[in-house]
Every structure is written in C-alpha cells, then in structure tokens.
C-alpha cells in the first residue's frame, strides 16, 4: 500500500510541478501551460492579420479616420466641434453594430484663442507665426509691445533676471526629447513672470520645423502673476537668438485675444464586444477624441482612436466573442491632462480589479514594432509570448513602460497597461500642428498598427486566466 501511495504522489508532483497553489486550492497554470495555450491561437492571429492587412477591411480605419476628419476637423475640449465628433463616433459605433454603445457624461476646460498675431519691429518688421499655449491668458486689447530678452534655459533665465523684467522672453531651447524639453512649453510662462517678464513665446517642442508653430498645454501657479504665452516656431527662435547674440536690439508687439470660459459638459464614447463567460472583467482598448485646435487631429490622436474602433470590428466580422468584455473608450479632454479619463477612473475604479489590461495608442500609427508594457514580470512574460503571434508582421517587440496619459490613473493602482509602439521619427514633426492631417497618415501603416491592438487584445480578453499582477 505504502508503494502505491508513493507512486501516486510521484505522479501528482509531477503533474503540478512548477505550478503554485491558489487559496482556493486549485492550481494557477505554469508558464508552459500558458506559452501552449498562446500558441493556441496562431490561427486565429493569422485570421486577424489577414483581414486587417490584405482582406475586405484593407485600409478600413484609414477611411473611416478620413471622413471623420475632413467633416469634423480639430476637436478642442469644450467646442462645437468636438461635440460634433462624439456625436458622430456615437452614431457610428451603434451602426457598426457594437454593443452597449453609450456616452458617459464629464466636464471639461473650455478655452478659445482667439485672434492672435505677433510682429518684430525692430531690428526690422517681420511677421512672426504664432499659436497660443492652451489655457494663456490674453494680452490687453491693444496688445503689448516689448523688447525681446532670449534665453535658451530656465538657468539662463535665473541668470539674467535682472534683465528680463518688463521684457517678452524668448526661450530658444534645443529639442532634446520630448519628455525632457516640453518643461519649456509648460512651465515657461511661470518662470518668465517670476523674474517680471511681460509674456514669452516659446520654441516650438518639435524635432523639425517648416516655419511651423507647435501649442499644446501650459500651467500657472496661483502664486505666480499670469502672463500670455505662445509657442513660435523654431526658425523664428533661431533668428532672434542669433540676433540677440549679435548685440542687435529685438522689440516685438504681441496680441492675443485668447478666453477662458466655465468648465463644458462632455462624454467619453464608449462601446463594446460582451465577454462570454467573463462578462465582467474588462480590456480596455482606446484613444483620445479630442485634439488641439489646429489641423485635423488625424494623427494626434484619430488614428489610435479609429485602430480602437477597429479592433472590435475585426472581432466582431470575424465572429469571435472573447471570454471577457472587450471595452472601446474614446477620451475627452484628453489635451487638458486627461481630464475624461481621470473622471471615468474615478467612476471605475471600484472594479479596478476586473479591469485585466488598459491599453492607449496615442503616439501615432505609424509603421509598428510592438508593445511599450507597465506590468509585473510574470505578466510581462505572458505578453511576450503573445507578441510572437505578431511574427508574420514583424511587430513583436515588447518595451519597458507603457505610455498613455489617459491609462496612468489605471496604470498607478497597478493595472497592467499596454500602449502602441511605432517609428515616431516624425510625430513631433506634425505634433500639435497645422501639419496634424490626413496627409500624415498612412494606410498600409495604420491596417498594421489595427492588427497589433486587434490580436493582443483578443488574446488578453480570451485567455482563461486575468494576467498576473
């Protein structure tokens, strides 16, 4: 008897080996079970990657993103355009025949530019093109007229602070990366009034320029006297520089009749494929519907916006339902630090622990490589392996840190997250920028960023089990 108990313990380690025992008992799979039921689903990748790429939906989110915005155009939190779009999206999810098509209500900041113009009058006259930092204040009706102090850093800046007051500052910074030189955009304002600066324009965050004038958003401090701020474009700072560094005199005259107006009513746009055995835990795909006010918004962020839509699309004419729910959130306010999102986290998060993934494609859709990923290792694992399903389109890499100003609520409380990696050697070329339109995009390059999100997000949401955290 002792002989057959050994054996049949023999044969119980054997089988749980490298298996971990949930409280309840049962066992969590080993991460060969998990590679093996990954590999289950090479076929239905391939399904995916052939509709998206070669099949009856070939550049299907390209034309619907072209419609989209050559009849809406840019989307500014609080306009009637953007109101125009949620509309729009709302009407076109239910025709797509999505399920539990709805809007969740929000406020978001309402400000408007206005018109707005600046002119170098010495140490000649020169029109210099503008665009005004979202939330700037404007100047008096009649404009200021200042000479010119340039500075090409906030130390620089402290410096000289004995000579910027009364002046306009010009901040002629050189684009490092986004993430290190947007400090200029953001808190350049701020810092100019510290040292009693009257306004300042500031160098457009863009790696490369055609006269080309690049907003987006600014914060003041409630300490710190408001003053106007725009962005101008590199050539323009470049010039002022160089002229400042000559000796020369610079005096510009600056008008902007920008207005902050009370908070707007708002929705983020949600839709969804129901899970079939776990309805209530959740995938999130998504991207932003709103934009800055200028171009169309196509790449920044229409096209992550219109692959989310077309991941359940996909889904949904390949007749698949997935195990969980597969939710679509198009934000609002997402320019004004997402604002939408932090509003839906806030309704949501009581369930933060059936949300298995939250994913944001906001950099552009672009040619793909992969996945920037925020998770624990475990889960981390698991997501590599479901890249390699990506193998026909060469998109199988996995990055450290996913990036999604509208997922980072999620992301922070320890919710995996996921966000589109492509060449984003020219997003900043267009960011922000007249230059935001459908002529960026590319429809070869979007069908295959749709492919990317459409399988990793079926996989997660099929899956048996959530990933780890």
Known sequence: MKHLFLIFLMNLLHQYAGKSLRRDGSYLKSFEDIKNEIAGYTNVAKAIIDLAVHGKAQNRSYERLAVFADTIGPRLSGSKNLEAAIEYMYSA?????????????????????????????????????????????????EGITAEVIVVASFDELHERAQEAKGKIVVYNEPFISYGETVQYRVRGAVE??????????????????????????????????????????????????????????????????????????????????????????????????????VGQGAMDDGGGAFISWEALSLIKDLGLRPKRTLRLVLWTGEEQGGVGAGQYYQLHKENISNFDIVMESDEGTFKPSGLGFSGSA?????????????????????????????????MRDGVPGA???????????FHHSQGDTMTVQDPNQMNLCAAVWTVVSYVIADMEEMLPR
């Open 93 to 141: 999810l239910q025709k797509d025949g999505l399920e539990n098509v709805h809007l969740e209500p929000v406020k978001v900041p309402h400000w408007e530019r206005g018109e707005e113009f600046a002119v170098m009058l010495e140490p000649r006259n020169h029109s210099i093109a503008i665009l005004g930092l979202g939330n700037s204040i404007a100047t008096p009706p």
């Open 192 to 293: 100019a009034a510290k040292v009693g600066a009257v306004a300042s324009l500031i160098r457009s965050i863009a790696s490369f320029s055609i006269h080309s004038p690049h907003t987006g958003g600014q914060s003041y401090q409630p300490d710190v006297p408001k003053i106007p701020t725009a962005c101008i474009s590199v050539e323009d700072a470049e010039m002022m520089s160089r002229m400042s560094l000559r000796g020369t005199k610079i005096v510009v005259h600056l008008k902007m009749g920008a207005k902050t107006y009370p908070d707007s009513p708002s929705f983020n746009t949600v839709a969804e494929i129901v899970g079939s055995k776990y309805p209530e835990q959740v995938v999130l795909v998504s991207g932003h519907l709103d934009s800055w006010d």
């Open 378 to 410: 475990e889960a981390r694992d698991i997501v590599k392996e479901i890249m390699t399903l990506l193998q026909p389109i060469n998109a199988t890499d996995v990055y450290d840190n996913a990036d999604g100003t509208d997922i980072a609520y999620w």
């Open 419 to 429: 966000s589109l990696h492509d060449d984003i050697n020219k997003y900043f070329w």
